[in-house]
């Protein structure tokens, strides 16, 4: 083909083709263009409507201070409070006397707390959860007896010795998950391992009686505390570099080093897992003095203290003692439960005359907590629960035994 053949050619081929109406084109899109300016108002204007509901509402329901919002009814089985104490509400516990006729909260501890006839070697009888331990004497030192979640009971092959004097069970003894228990001696802290039976020793700086112990809440680090002294102990793997061994600062009571939050006169304390505390919340109660350790839940801390004159309940011979229920939490209330004594007709012991029930100092300590709702609690003879969303009280167990710790193995 000849260079000049070419144009002729494709002039041709031009002319076959369907010439475009421009006009047409820009009318489309001129169409489509104005359809979605059309959607976008519509949309627009359906948002402002939208928005403007809701803004009406909510000025409504500000204007009207919440009146037409109804508050959630109390939960079933509520008691009234009785009053209030340094701005706290508070409750009276039931007169002591009356703990077997409460209703009862089901736990592995049954109804009554005590010792079977047979118990079983731990080494043999591995427990996966620890619900209570108890210590049984044996000459001049204690063995530790743990009682599983499945109510099944083990003894740990290790004697303890007295420590200041008493029994070394504290009511933190049961780690987090229920698998460790912790006991304070001489020297050393000493833990047994309900699930394979291993006993260890860690050793404690010199010249201290040390009387408690309370775990941190990763179960890797025990906090061990005297009269004046405590320490924070690596029990499990801990981490790179870290101490076995860190002194925390500490106080003249015993108990009073807990984890994760301790109460004191005056404030709460939280622990930083590094052997120092921070105030979480101050705390003002009318307090003579503390009794027993802390105990917290995800919630609260809980623990009991010995009451200066109480004009809001009035004891004729003994001096009241409170269970204090402190929320960690802003958006939760703290509590109390005055743990009185009967005012009228006064019961009185079996086979004692005429002598009258009487909370004594040291009678009374919280044990732990049940769930995130229920505080435990020891008085004379039994092992109680309060109820922190209904006020109510239930037994949970008559004691037969001098001492109990309880574990997380405690919840059915």
């Not at 101050?282 to 105990?295: A, E, F, H, I």
């Amino acid at each position: 083909m000849r260079r000049e053949d070419v144009q002729p050619l494709l002039v041709q081929a031009a002319d076959r083709l369907p010439e475009p109406d421009l006009a047409d084109a820009a009318w489309a899109a001129g169409v489509q263009s104005s359809r979605r300016r059309r959607r976008l108002v519509v949309l627009g204007v359906i948002a402002f409507i939208v928005g403007a509901i809701i803004a009406s509402i909510l000025i409504e329901v500000g204007t009207s201070g919440n009146a037409d919002i109804t508050p959630p009814p109390n939960p079933p089985g509520y008691v009234e409070a009785s009053g209030k104490i340094s701005g706290i509400d508070f409750w009276v516990a039931p007169p002591p006397g009356s703990e077997r006729f409460l209703d009862r909260l089901e736990t592995p501890l049954g109804d009554r707390l005590e010792l079977p006839d047979k118990v079983r070697p731990l080494a043999k009888h591995t427990l996966d959860s620890v619900a209570a331990v108890v210590l049984v004497k044996q000459g001049d030192r204690y063995a530790p007896v743990l009682l599983g979640e499945d109510g099944s009971w083990a003894q740990a092959d290790i004697g303890l010795v007295p420590v200041g004097g008493e029994s070394p069970l504290s009511a933190g003894a049961v780690s987090p998950y229920g698998r460790i228990v912790a006991f304070p001696q001489p020297g050393e802290l000493i833990t047994v391992n309900a699930t394979t039976a291993e006993i260890s020793h860690f050793p404690l700086p010199g010249g201290r009686e040390f009387r408690s112990v309370s775990w941190v809440q990763d179960e890797q680090r025990v906090l061990v505390s005297g009269s004046g002294a405590a320490y924070q102990v690596v029990v499990g793997e801990g981490g790179d570099g870290e101490q076995a061994v860190v002194q925390v600062s500490a106080t003249n009571d015993p108990d009073e080093a807990t984890s994760p939050y301790r109460i004191q006169t005056g404030s709460v304390m939280r622990y930083l897992f590094n052997g120092r505390w921070m105030e979480n919340s101050p705390l003002t109660l009318p307090v003579r003095s503390w009794q027993g350790q802390t105990m917290s839940s995800n919630t609260a801390a809980a623990r009991v203290f010995i009451a200066e004159n109480l004009p809001e309940v009035p004891t004729r011979v003994s001096q009241p003692q409170v269970v204090a229920a402190i929320s960690t939490l802003r958006t939760l209330p703290s509590r109390l439960l005055v743990l009185g004594e009967p005012q009228d007709n006064p019961p009185t012991f079996e086979g004692a005359g005429d002598r009258p029930f009487v909370r004594e100092a040291g009678c009374c300590v919280v044990l732990g907590w049940y769930d995130d709702s229920n505080v435990l609690f020891r008085v004379h003879g039994w092992v109680l629960a309060w109820n922190l969303e209904t006020g109510r009280v239930r037994r949970v167990t008559e004691m037969r035994v001098d001492q109990v710790a309880l574990g997380p193995g405690l919840r059915l």
